[in-house]
């Protein structure tokens, strides 16, 4: 690791101060440190100022809405997330996405907002300076070649998120805060399907909080694959949202991670309406294969990430449906 470039390191008290230091040009967010920091040390990015938001009034809070749905502030930690008895009780799958991000430690600093807007990893990128160097650097970061797919025009690093799939799958908003003012958006629409720009947020903008509707009717639930369980990024994750009435599907969103440059939504419409049986299964299986670009981008093999994320499917949607038989 190297040490940090010289940058400026503010850490304003209020939401308008930090939106203020956050559209200067050249500012970042940093919200635990715990992906931006190594990364920086690598030399991965070289921001002019950082913008602490662990002092920033607010964002550290989980609210219940009037409604039964979720405020979840930016800087809400994920042991907080994972930890909390009504997100537990309320939404599960949320709390097990956030509890199963790396180690206990990690959680303790790691936020909600840095999570969902983590960078895009890849064996080409996450390495020492001179290691890139030594490759001509790649796609993503000062060098003009994908060695991932050598011919591409675009970077296939891959989002790596545990978080982001259990809370769109649960149809959670993403709150945004930018210099044109403030905006809500599907949290699904804040990624982008390009390893080297991979979110939508425009220059200036920053993610202030999350909203989670009440889960009414949906049962959901999310599973990784990893090396080692006690501290690994997903190689491929899947969150579900099944909806049962009687013997019918009446709704199944299904969002899949670790294997594209985003979290995708992978399309399930065709299968609504139906019961769910083996077919629908077979179904679902070809339609997350389909919707996934599983590349070299990790140390697993791509064999491996693809038959895991499709098991992983299969299992959660079949599961969800048992657990949500009428009684
Ligand atoms: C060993 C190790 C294991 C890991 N395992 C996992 C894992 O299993 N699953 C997983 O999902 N991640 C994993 N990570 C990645 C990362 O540590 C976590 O995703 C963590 O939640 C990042 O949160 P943070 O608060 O530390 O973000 P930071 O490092 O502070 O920020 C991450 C990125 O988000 C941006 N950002 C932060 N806050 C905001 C905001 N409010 N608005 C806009 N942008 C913002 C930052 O500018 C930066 O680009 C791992 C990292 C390491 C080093």
Redesign the pocket.
Known sequence: MNALHELRFVRPSSLDDAARE?AADGA????????????LRRGL?E?RA?VD?SAVAG?AAIERRADGGLRLG??V??AALAGDDGVRAGWPALAR?AG????PT??E???????????TRCVFYNQSEWWRAGNGYCLKFRGDTCHVVVKSDRCYATY?????PALIVLGAEAD?VGPGGRRTIPLAALFREDGAQR?T?APG????GVEVPPPGRWRAAYE?A?VRDA????LAGVAVALARDGDRLAGLRVVI?GTNSAPLVVPTDSLVGAAWDDAAAQALVTAVRTTSNVLATTVATVRYRRRMLQALARKLADDLWVESAPR
């Open positions: 956050l970042q967010a940093l919200a635990g440190g715990t992906d931006l920091l190594p990364n990015g921001p950082l938001l964002l930016a800087m930690t994920l996405a199963l991000v790396a180690g990690h959680r600093a790691a936020t909600l907002a840095g999570n969902l807007c983590q960078d790596h998120g545990d978080v982001a945004i979110l947020l903008e920053w993610l202030a990784k990893r501290v690994d990024f997903p991670t």
